[in-house]
């Protein structure tokens, strides 16, 4: 059946086209815990992915049961929303299961310089990326980039589509610690690099969410 929009206001003003963000902020004894999770011996994973940072280490599996056990509830939410949007409520997530299935996770350790091209994530559905440290300068870089024009030193940006009338084709995120992004795994995104002294460091994971009839 064809999903079809039914008003719920007298007036309103929706996004039904592009991909849903997600976005919630982490209990700070999480990033204390991933953090030190950095002193392990973990992985090199640096030859899987296209980031042209110091270092990207591979999630072990305690690693990736932790980041599901804390984060599992927002990024299934993020899943049945985006469900629930496609299908403008026609969607019962009450009469199904759901259950996190995390292909990996990795940190990723970025320096002066240091960036990461435009890229996708393959082989999931869902992408994410949490941000754990930066360097004790980049405020005053930002400041300086904010006088600038188009501010985006270390930051991340998506990009989707083509650009269009009353449509939005990117969106840029400026880091802070704690917070926690969820997007399509297939939507490009890019990170650009800093100046500062210090280390800019986040996690991501690639993920589905799968679903069974309760
Ligand atoms: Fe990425």
New binding site residues.
């Given amino acids: 059946m064809v999903a079809i929009f039914t008003p719920q206001a007298e007036k309103e003003f929706f996004t039904p086209f592009g991909p849903l963000m997600g976005f919630c902020r982490m209990p700070a004894g999480f990033v204390d815990e991933m953090n030190r999770a950095i002193g392990r011996n973990l992985a090199d994973h640096s030859q899987a992915l296209?980031g042209k940072v110091r270092q990207e280490l591979r999630f072990d599996q305690p690693l990736i049961d932790l980041a599901a056990a804390t984060l599992g509830q927002t990024l299934i939410e993020y899943h049945i929303r985006a469900n629930h949007r496609g299908a403008f409520g026609d969607y019962d997530h009450k009469s199904r299961q759901y259950e996190l299935n995390v292909m990996g996770g990795w940190f990723v350790r970025q320096y002066a310089g240091d960036y990461?091209p435009l890229?996708i994530?393959t082989g999931a559905a869902i992408?994410c990326?949490g941000y754990l440290a930066l360097p004790e300068g980049i405020d005053a870089e930002w400041e300086e980039d904010d006088r600038d024009h188009h501010p985006s030193h270390g930051h991340l940006q998506f990009a989707h589509g083509t650009d269009s009338h009353y449509s939005v084709s990117n969106f840029m995120i400026r880091p802070r610690v704690g917070d926690f992004y969820i997007f399509p795994s297939n939507m490009f995104?890019c990170v650009y690099p800093f100046r500062a002294e210090g280390e800019r460091r986040s996690f991501?994971m690639n993920l589905s969410v799968v679903e069974r009839k309760a």
């Fill in positions: 296209v990461n890229h994530h992408s990326v995104h991501s």
